[in-house]
């Protein structure tokens, strides 16, 4: 499910990078800039139905979310994990798909974007209501347990908005009191929508709710591309091996609106000269070129290959069928005798 | 040997847990000794080891859980202390056990045990019914047995569908319905049942309401007047077809229920008769539920609180002199 | 000078922030210069300083707050981003507000606005409304204006009544509906509005799908059939009395509404009309909902999904048909 | 509101006991240890309508809930704060009427016992959804501040099971977001119904869920009543003075079944041999007589009065009418122009 290697043939100098899957990090963290990007231009253009959310600043952290994912674990993505989604098996033909409206996307039209989810590498389908997929995740380890599997781990997400709901304390609790091997990823980009931390929170820093649930607790800053490898592989690892539920807080600035409608004009320019609120693509990519871990040519032919992927993946879904009402299986549930008689719009 | 309404909600457990090991129970207080707060579950822990779970006080996670663990392969059976406290879970199993099938084409077999209804002196938080507002949602089937056979047949039918369901079980049954033993045969969920058949007018309803719907059946064939009593078994699907035949013949109907009078299954039942079978009908049809307030501690508001067979009696004859 | 129907609720909020200094409004992302998601509250945090907040996202902590602040003397009135978000607060709304009145004797006045229904592309969790859930449980107020000046009016004589009042606003009549002004005068909560007289048929409706029907009416009015709109304007209470006197003039009822089909505001029209106006009924009532799906977000289904002036004019003329 | 010295001429010793309401204290244990004997005494005679679900054992931290409110102060009592209630101002008459299905009670038999409220002290009505009650009393404090008034503080109670809900964390977080005086006084007794700390949460100890929202967090021993009065009217001082919300933890043992249908077969009998497993009502009086603090004769006297008030609610309040169901205003709202037209119960 994972690609193992730096694809395309990354040449790394003898001075190796700090974590050893760090390129093959930041490629997805490069694909997943250049993809949002297309979807913010095609939806500047009115190609996308339904709203873009980005995770412009997130990669770094996203992309560790998805990267030390193994077959048999589960992933509770949230909206701004596109580079873990990638990361961690879908395919960019799937997303792409789901945002255009063809009926070949994982969702069928019935559910868009952002909820998506890609059952094939273990990732959920979240809704909407924040909090309420850690418990979901929960469960499918408390599953996994039962059927007598091994080695797993479940990853989530969440927002430090999201972290207020009541969902997310019961899930976070009884992944605890369940013994389950849990990371809960915590990302403080400092807004929630347009709600700043003070009107979130009043605890000193987010990490110390872990102790109030048994957890570990482990901040990172969420602009480091190296940190968080070594913080979110740290837990997967700890989880694994039968350490208690992991919460790793990182902090970094969400360097986009809310949803490509919002231009985030209430993000005070202060914050923005925070250390953690630099833009870990460019940082990334500078340091990778002062050490040396990879040279100019080849960046740039990353950028070409994964232009050309994007490309062709946003031909191929702009060629597929929408769905259609009239061909749609109107039924909300999967057995049949059980359909209550319909009381259609129109019938 | 007889078995209780309860006794047969615990053997129906007890049938699945040997029979089907992706079957699991979780719920407060069901395990251990103690066996959940109407005992539910007494014995199922110490005999299946590791498959009756205590939780938190975390409705949603217990339900969000449950949901996971469908969708990994697992049959939870998840029990609400009382159906009240399911407000507290209302989200996860209206908008993600509900949606979960229709969004991904994932199943998600989670059934869901609500101990419902009006019990003497229980007061607001520990009577009510909520069937009405999980049938108004999509996604989900809404069972409320109403007999010792049903309660077990329809547990079990109910574990081995493929969608979440919602299984309203009545407290007020529990002790007080009796049958010789565990039934052999069973009526399919989505199939209504004539409970008493008749020619005069048919009350429609279900769990403990079609008991008062049946002592005022008996109580009027005294005097020659055959009302046809229609126990629904689940509200969604809703069997309209048993119902239209009943009115066919009865050209008369009543729908009685225990929950609140706006919308709900007495009004579903009422707008489906009058749309699919007007010309059925030989007079107005009626409704009785509770009353439109919060259920009453006091024993003396709370029998007049909800409709019995004082109360539908009078309503039928005022239907019959029409 | 034109106002939409969301000026109309920011107008609302800012007379009532002006003349009663017991309001306040509580929300997620309302204040600031941000002004809420659909910029309902825009300016207001900076007119009326300390009085438009932002909360955690906590659902159900938002409306505990408000339930407390209201029994203390205050009007608070809480945003929900979305409707489909109050499912967390559902237990709040429905438990404790609900049943405060009839528990406690004291009155509980919050207003809870709910940014309700379907729009393109907003799929099942931003799509919701949620009337028919709210207004089964005893102890609320449910209002569901559908024009720019019932918007402003019932928004305001919402605060004053001494009762929490779900107030669903309609999301896609946010831009689409325009008025000349603000409303001089006002219907009361609780009366039902007859928007087009018509001889033929009665269409009852609510919220956007009230100018469905007017489009429907319009177009069938070329042909010389005259139907009459009824425009509930508040499902709870629900003026029974301007539904039977409309049915009573035209014999012939289609109910229709936007959310989903089992139960909700169309059953309990229809309900009313058969059990208490039956005689009036020249033809079988009928009734249109949506789907019993989740909402779908690819526009292609979700125009299916919804009733919509085509679907309604089909089933029209079925009934005129009969 | 308060009876503001030891009532009944209690006779205090040269020596002092260690707070200066230790005694008044002990007086309300007493009262509630005696009213709910009473109580379970009329539960097993059937003459008690619902259920009865008292605090034995909880009587020392319940007091201190109660005892040092004031005026203008909101308390949120929950089911086992019987002593909590009467220290705070309710007449044992209302409790009584409740119990006893008087119309006279202040739920007028609409709810029962456990659920009533007390607006003349500030008590709020609980709904039995365990953690809803924070935010009420949060929504209460954020009024009064809004009105002007000043010197207020709200105190509500939870058990380490209702402390696992969404809505405690929803309620906890909200108050020190608004920055209210709030003193929440956690009671670990150690079972929630039949189920133990084990299956209700994992963490070291709950008192580490403080940092985690900003509150200062304390733990007590319940049993000892001068650690109850000193650390909870430390925290209703400091929460008074302008500190931030204050989380109290009390260890004990609940001495009853969660109600009295319970025999409570479930609690093993090593738990019994813990400190904090002691009943703090003799172990109080014991203490009390060894330092002299009162003499024997003196709470002899005490139990006679408490006894004799006792009786004599309950003969009132059994003289009184029950409510009836044709007298009875079946309004859910106040505005009598927005009742729904009537679709009842045999009508
Ligand atoms: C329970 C709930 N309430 C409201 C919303 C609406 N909503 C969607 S995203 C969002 C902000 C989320 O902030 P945060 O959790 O910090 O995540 P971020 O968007 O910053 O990644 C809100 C309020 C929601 N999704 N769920
Ligand atoms: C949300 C919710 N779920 C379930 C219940 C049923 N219930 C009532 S009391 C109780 C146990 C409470 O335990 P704890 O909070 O520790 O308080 P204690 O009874 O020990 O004082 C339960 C499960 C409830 N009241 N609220
Ligand atoms: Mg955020
Ligand atoms: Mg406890």
Redesign the interface.
Known sequence: MLQTATRAGAKTSKKDPPHERYLEAFRWMLQTRIFEEKLTSLYRGGLITGGVYVGRGQEAVSTACGLFLQKGDVFGPLIRDQAGRAAAGEPLLNVTRTYLGSRQGSMRGRDGNIHRGWPETGQLAMISHLGSLISVVVGKLMAKRMKGEKNFIGLTTIGEGGMQTGATHEGMNIASVEKVPLVLVAVNNHFAYSTPNDRQFACAQLVDRAPGYGYEGHEVDGTKLADCLDEIGGAVERARAGGPPQLVVASLLRLAGHGEHDDASYVPAEIKKESWAQDCVPATEKLILEKGWLDAATLKQWRAEISAEVEKAVETAQREAAPVASEEDWCAISTRGMVDAPVLAGE | MSVTYLEAIREAQAHLLREDERV?LYG??I????GG?FKATKGLAEKFP?RV??????????????????????R?IVEM?FA??S??A???I???A??????????CPITVRLPSGGT???????SQSME??Y???????VVTPATVEDAYTMLIDAVA????VIYCEHKYLYYHLKADALPKDRL???KARIVRPGRDLSIVTYSAMVHEALAVAKEFSASGVEIEVVDLRSI???D?ETVLASVARTGRLLCVGE??????????V???????G??L?D????????????I??????W??????A???A??ARRILAE
């Open positions: 699991y407060q207080d395990a251990g000794k103690f707060a590791g779970l205590n939780t938190p006080i975390s409705e949603d996670a217990m339900v969000g859980t449950a949901i996971g663990a469908a969708m990994e392969g697992m939870p202390q009240d406290f407000s507290i209302l989200n996860q209206l908008n993600n509900g949606t979960q099938f229709f969004r991904t084409n994932i199943p003497k002196g229980s007061g607001p938080f520990h009405a507002i049938s108004h949602y999509p996604g989900l089937v569908i493929d969608d979440p399919p969920i989505g969604k699907p809703l309209t929950s609140f009078p706006w919308g709900g299954a007495t009004a579903e009422i707008a489906r008769v009058a749309t699919e007007f010309h009908l007079a107005a049809p009626a409704r009785i539920n509770a009353r439109d307030t919060p009453p501690y006091h024993p003396n508001l029998v007049d609180h909800r409709p019995n004082k109360s539908i009078a309503k």
